[in-house]
């Protein structure tokens, strides 16, 4: 399995890398070193570095993902397809890909932008590596959902849609919280007038709750999916990670894994519809 894995990755590398949309990427990853690494100023300082080249490698691991799932939804690679005991070794081999070629990209910028920048010497170049990889990977992941080669019916509408009421969900619970509360008060008073007492009890609690520690708590729960990125960030600009920082990206390595066996149970049973 492992073999078939390498071999299909190694194709999917040269027709993604050694083309046209290849060699525009590697334009771009130079024009992104040239205007925010200029040679002649040196980058300022190593908080700009993890920050700014992190930011580059989840931007082009989400579109290079979707390039790499482009080429393999095409009918050319049909034959490789149901030759493999399972699509989830092509389905692998896709993220392997777009992981490698973004992986190549973000060390051209970083080596770049190591003229005249910053000093890894220091102990802080080992936080590098679980920040950066764990970031590509989840971006990766995140793209196949959003590419035709995964997506079944209206899942990408689902996973996308789900992330987006969390992250309304934290900015605005202040709000949304005291609006879901006086809605269910009205409703305890309709159960009041049916006569359904016990229930309208319950509801009333949990509206008093709401006006109480409810504005905190869904605030945090609704934060916790995008947790891992301001916990980042956070020990970043600080200068170091504490323990519970620490955890980060394993947190976003954990998200990945079950977006991608999502994924892969979507791939698994879709009916494949390769384009030309």
Do not use: C
């Not at 949990?206 to 999916?225: C, P, Q, R």
């Amino acid at each position: 399995m492992t073999q078939r894995i390498w071999v299909l990755t190694r194709f999917l590398i040269q027709r993604t890398l050694f083309s046209l949309t290849g060699i525009l990427y590697v334009i771009l990853a130079l024009v992104y070193w040239r205007f925010l690494f200029p040679a002649e100023q040196g980058t300022p300082d190593i908080e700009n570095y993890f920050l700014i080249i992190g930011a580059f490698g989840a931007v082009m691991a989400f579109v290079v993902t979707l390039t790499a799932a482009s080429r393999a939804n095409e009918a050319a690679n049909y034959p490789l397809l149901v030759r493999l005991p399972s699509r989830v070794e092509f389905l692998t081999a896709v993220l392997l890909t777009s992981f490698l070629v973004t992986l190549m990209l973000q060390l051209l910028v970083a080596a770049l932008a190591l003229i005249g920048g910053p000093n890894l010497l220091s102990g802080r170049a080992l936080e590098i590596p679980p920040i950066w990889l764990a970031t590509n990977v989840l971006a990766a992941v995140l793209a196949m959902h959003a590419s035709d080669f995964v997506a079944r019916g209206w899942s990408r509408v689902y996973i996308y849609g789900t992330l987006a009421l969390f992250l309304v969900g934290q900015s605005s619970s202040s709000s949304f919280v005291p609006w879901l509360a006086r809605r269910l008060n009205t409703f305890s008073v309709t159960l009041i007038n049916r006569g359904w007492l016990d229930m309208a009890a319950s509801i009333n609690r949990l509206v008093s709750w709401l006006y109480g520690d409810g504005v905190t708590v869904v605030g945090s729960v609704l934060g916790f999916v995008f947790w891992p990125f301001r916990a980042i960030t956070e020990a970043i600009i600080n200068g170091y990670f504490d323990t519970n920082q620490a955890l980060a990206p394993a947190v976003m390595l954990l998200y990945a894994t079950i977006l991608f066996m999502l994924a892969a149970d979507l791939f698994a049973n879709k009916d494949l519809d390769f384009i030309e």
